[in-house]
């Protein structure tokens, strides 16, 4: 065993930690909630807003994402709360570290839901998925995953076992589109992959609130077309984190 993989034991590349927040995005919007966001993704998105998890090309990942306790990471949380969102980067690429399961313990063991962002490509495995009580699940069509190929983006196995979770009530589809023709691509998918409309969340790419606001009707409006849940990305018009 390396030194590298003993940390696996007891650490993880965590980039930030915070809490005092709501969820701003999906099923869960509205909800105070604390995030701890895990380093490195086995995607390449171009309109990524947390690059500093993935992209060495901009990055030093070592200085973005340390090496950290997932004990001392939890810890910070303050007891008030209640939710945790496990993000990244690509949180499941983690799973099978025994750094990972702790990390789902200790929030069990304090009473906080975890719950799971991921790009949809890495199915929960039995020993993790037990402790997280939801998962919103982002393929990366072709607007957003344009960096890399349709075969690595999309992985059928997986979406299949994310849609098992949605018939549970554990799990949802989000995906970010700017106009019509990329909802229409998201309709593709969905039908192709037997997603329910009631699984599905569409909502607006925009980095600014003013683009967010003029996008919001368009994408409300044709979303309701196809029965899909609207989000909106209330973090932003509610400018915290």
Not at 37 to 49: K, S, T, V, Y
Not at 161 to 184: C, E, I, N, P, S
Request: hydrophobic share 45%.
């Amino acid at each position: 065993m390396t030194a590298h993989d003993r940390n696996r034991e007891t650490h993880l590349p965590i980039n930030e930690v915070f809490w005092d927040v709501v969820q701003g995005e999906g099923p869960y919007m509205g909800r105070a909630c604390g995030f701890i966001r895990l380093g490195w993704c086995n995607l390449h998105c171009p309109p990524c807003d947390t690059a500093q998890t993935w992209d060495t090309s901009r990055y030093d990942l070592a200085i973005t994402c340390p090496d950290t306790a997932v004990a001392a990471a939890v810890d910070r949380l303050p007891a008030r709360v209640r939710m945790v969102v496990i993000s990244g980067g690509e949180p499941l690429l983690w799973q099978r570290t025994p750094a990972f399961i702790t990390m789902l313990e200790l929030l069990q063991g304090r009473g906080i839901e975890a719950h799971v962002e991921t790009n949809g490509t890495i199915a929960p495995l039995p020993s993790a998925d037990p402790y997280v009580r939801h998962y919103t699940v982002s393929p990366k069509l072709t607007a957003m995953g344009g960096g890399d190929p349709l075969k690595r983006r999309i992985k059928p196995d997986a979406i299949a076992a994310f849609a098992q979770l949605a018939t549970a009530g554990r799990a949802v589809f989000k995906f970010v589109v700017a106009d019509q023709a990329q909802l229409a691509e998201v309709a593709g998918f969905a039908a192709e992959h037997g997603l329910e409309p009631s699984w599905v969340w569409v909502m607006p790419e925009a980095s600014d609130t003013a683009t967010l606001l003029e996008r919001q009707p368009v994408i409300a409006s044709a979303a309701a077309q196809y029965s899909y849940n609207v989000s909106t990305r209330l973090h932003m018009i509610a400018q915290c984190r």
